[in-house]
């Protein structure tokens, strides 16, 4: 499908031009061009065809970058965006509308007095992507910058370069270049972007680096949102249908090779089922890879050495038994997917983010020992998972936080483009897809209006004040 498709060479922006980025960006901004909305669906479905023009070049780039299969690359990449795409401008008109404040919101006191909540885009706002979901990370919250009327820059990763040209020759031939820019590079380019002054910044990426964006923007007052990662349990009770389990969260660490933010990291599972448990999940390995991991055409690859390395020692310091998997081969940054079985929370399988196809096999004696370690582990994970009862499911939903939960699966709350995403505490602040990437752009002002006739009524403000027309 991506054949014969020539992809242009990698080219940071130069740092000096970064600033007339921004500029233009807000320039455009105060134009007030982009509060029509005629203005924003134009600029969405301009979106929806260059995407549709780009498949080509878009499957290359994702081919060349991580090795990512046609069928994951449409599913979770191209086509997620047009429908994206396809959500905003069917729900615009309505979510841009102004929302008539009333009862109980507004006191029968005040009633004879107009409350509303108008939708006003935030302003001029940066967006940074990661390399896993090099595309669609970047562009679904700029559809919601689109949507809620913003003018944007754009920085996508520089670990997946392919990508990153693409989008930048997909945005500037395409969409209101005055309004929306790509800014290609790393931490230099990032650097001098995060010198600008922005009225959002939405970044995804990792926590060490959510950390750096969130200082500097915090000297600015510029409000942020993180999409970080996180060490993401499941959890697997005796109620739980074991066979299932074991296939969905192998689908969890086979999607992107593993490279997910909400992928589980370990699983906390009965001491009683680990030996069924690690039967099913090879009998399900078989089924995926009947020819072995490495040569299925569906299996994307680690993204750089560097990130290879990283997993390599994840695996080379573990002092647990893979039970599963454990192949790999440098010199195309193919590890297969493996099950480590660990035996201390200490492990290095257990305290770094996996962020690849390998993940750790816990076993526990009870559903408290599980919710104990999971909370120790990390106490705002990104997500999680459970297979249990209906009643242990819920438990685990009560004494355990995360950004998002499953429940019998791996990743479905987040499988679903038009549902609020997004971590908290340490996993991310914020969320955004469906409304919720309207509402990330967006200030919610609330306007009200006097009537002059009223005068009388509300003549109790004004000095000298008489306490007898205080009535609470
Ligand atoms: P990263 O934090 O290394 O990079 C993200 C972006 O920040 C890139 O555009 C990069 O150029 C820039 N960057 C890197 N180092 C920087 C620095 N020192 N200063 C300024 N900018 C810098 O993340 P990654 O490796 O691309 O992605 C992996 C991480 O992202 C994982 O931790 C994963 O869990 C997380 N993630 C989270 C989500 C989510 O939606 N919550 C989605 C994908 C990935």
Known sequence: MASNVVLAEFQATALDAIPKFASTARGAFRTHKTKKLAWRQMQLRRLYWALDDYQPQLLAALKKDLNKSDFEALFTEVDWLKKDCMFMLDNLEKYAKDEKLGAPDVPFTYSFMKFRTRKEPLGTVLIIGPYNFPVQLLLAPLIGAIGAGCTAVIKPSELTPACAMVIKELIETRLDTSAFAVVNGGIPETNALMNEKWDKVFFTGSAAVGTIIAKKAAETLTPVVLELGGKNPAFITKNANLALAAKRLLWGKTLNSGQVCLSQNYVLIHKDLVPTF?????????????????????????????????????????????????????SENFIEPTAVLVNSVDDSMMQEESFGPIFSIYPVNSLDEALNVANLVHRTPLSLFTFGSKAENQRVLNEMTSGGATLNDAYFHASVNTVPFGGVGDSGWGAYRGKASFDSFTHFRTVSETPAWAEKLISVRYMPFDMSQLKL
């Open 278 to 330: 690690i039967t099913f999940l090879n009998q399900a390995y078989k089924d995926m890879f009947p020819n072995g991991a490495k040569a299925s055409p569906d299996l994307g690859r680690i993204v750089n050495q560097r990130h290879f390395q990283r997993l390599k020692k994840m695996l080379d310091d573990t002092s647990g038994k893979i039970v599963m998997g454990g192949g790999m081969d440098e």
